[in-house]
């Protein structure tokens, strides 16, 4: 079937992202084998000079680049003269299994005899998670790496010096361990305990029990406190007024300036009766206030009580109503 120059152009185009897409996969699928080698060259140079946490790195990103069984073993090695034996020993784990697979007998024993040496002196580290720590979402993190499950209570192989050991879960309070790993100590074992709850945010208005009840009893008592010392001063203008009559009276005859002091020592004498009953029903009411504020999380409204201005007559206090 004959296809015109114009379709084929369209069909080509309409091709091109997926050839492009492909070609770049297998870039890179196919790393990059000269600055692989270089690296590795690089690595050798500071293995040399035992420069061994700058060789570890060139290693490992020329094994990435381009994965080889020399690479391998270079890299176990710097590992191992850096002091890392369980990172060496995985790496000549993975070297026995490469050169095993493809037949390499020579570098399979070699890989496997350091591998094995390594193994007598491993330090393991056993994160115990008991029943009563485990809750829905927990989380146990490794230097940044998440445990599965599975491992919690394995013994696994670890690099001496400082780990971390972080657990979270949700609604609870972060618990972090710092953990140091020693040569030759062999086995190293940590529990982690229940997380502890995250502090519930308070409601507002709730955040303290009673708290505006407690605030209108002292007020209400501090009413009562003012009521009494006004009852106070009027009972004194009462008895000077009272006093002050004498002299313009004999028995119950007084001449015009008498009876007004008199009648002035009377009404202050009234005065003083109104506002000490006043402030002693305010201290009640403001006791009562306070002794029956709730302790738990409940409105003011939840007692039955309220508290209400009241005035007449020149004086003033509090109105209370409700049920206890």
Known sequence: MDVHPRQMALRFCALAPLLIAAATAHAEDAGDPPRAE???????????????????????????LDPAIGTLL??????EKMGRTASAWAVFRDAAAEAKRVSDARREAVATERATALALGLV????LVPKASQTAGLEVKRDGVTVDPAAWSEATPMDPGWHAIEVTAPGKRRWTLPV???????ATEITVPPLEDLAVKAVPGEATPGRSQRLVAVIVAGSGLAALGAGA???????????SSAAHCRGNSCDALGVELRDDALGS??????AVIVGLAALGGGAALWLTAPTSAKRLHSTGIQAAPSFGAGLWGATLRGAF
């Open 180 to 186: 140091t790993i020693v040569a030759n100590q062999k």
């Open 233 to 243: 001063i009027f009972t004194g203008v009462a008895v000077a007024k009272d006093h």
């Open 38 to 64: 270089a690296l590795f060259a690089e690595g050798r140079r500071l293995l040399a000079a035992s420069r061994f946490a700058d060789a570890c790195p060139k290693f490992a990103e020329s094994q990435r």
């Open 124 to 127: 393991r580290l056993t994160i």
């Open 269 to 274: 004498a009234s005065a003083a009766t109104a």
């Open 74 to 79: 270079n890299l176990g090695d710097c590992y």
